[in-house]
């Protein structure tokens, strides 16, 4: 089955930016997921991008994908308070089931 | 438009109890899956279902089951609680192929006691 690995917690000043990096291993993943999760709520999908992309832009996120080495990165430009969270990558073919990874504790500093 | 919406979002259960989870999914999407969310950890996949259909079903025990009705609604069902069913349990949903990925609902805090 498929693991899908991250670090677990990341410290970045307000205003810098930010890089949460994820690891998996099933290469049939056709779509990677990044996902946010706030205290005591459920999961907000932030940005997707397929499999057969490099790169995705959304606003002030970009998601990076390296096939090759199964890498998956999300930048996050000009970080705010309100990123701190709880940042999940997950993995897996349209219309089936999710692989999650444990989860990068993003704290945004003043 | 009103989101994934989850019934109750919290309740505390005793050792054996059975309990069952509900789950509306956004206006449209036919497909429901669950997940379970045990505290520090990322969730894990519990059932999915398309059309009233189980497409999936992750390596959970037979305790746990689940359904869909006609509109799409979904129960999840957990008999014989044990301490370490306390978690988050999440219901997410998708349109037909979830190319747009999957909608999460804010999830019932099951806690077993």
């Known amino acids: 089955g498929e693991d899908v690995e991250q670090s677990l917690f990341l410290s970045v000043r307000e205003g810098d930016s930010s890089v949460i990096n994820c690891t998996y291993t099933d290469s049939s993943s056709t779509y990677l997921y990044w996902y946010k999760q706030e205290p005591g709520a459920g999961l907000q999908l932030l940005t997707y991008i397929f499999s057969n992309m490099d790169m995705k832009q959304d606003q002030r996120l970009t998601v990076l994908l390296n096939k090759k080495d199964k890498h998956l990165s999300l930048r996050i430009a000009d970080t705010q308070t309100g990123d701190s969270a709880i940042y999940f990558c997950?993995?897996?073919?349209?219309?089936?089931?999710?692989?999650f990874g444990g989860g990068t504790r993003v704290l945004v500093k003043p | 438009d009103a989101g994934v919406t989850q019934s109750p979002t919290h309740l505390i259960k005793t050792r054996g109890q059975q309990v069952t989870l509900r789950c509306s999914p956004i206006?449209?999407?036919?497909?429901v899956s669950w997940y379970q969310q045990v505290l520090g950890q990322g969730p894990q996949f519990i059932f999915q279902y398309y059309e009233k259909e189980e497409r999936g079903r992750g390596n959970f025990p037979d305790r746990f089951s689940a359904r869909q009705f006609p509109n799409y609604s979904s129960e999840l069902n957990v008999n014989a609680l044990l301490l370490g069913d306390s978690a988050l349990y999440l219901c997410a949903s998708s349109s037909d192929r979830g190319l747009d990925g999957y909608t999460f609902g804010s999830g019932t805090r099951l806690t077993v006691v």
């Open positions: 206006s449209g999407h036919k497909s």
């Open positions: 997950a993995g897996g073919a349209a219309g089936n089931k999710l692989t």
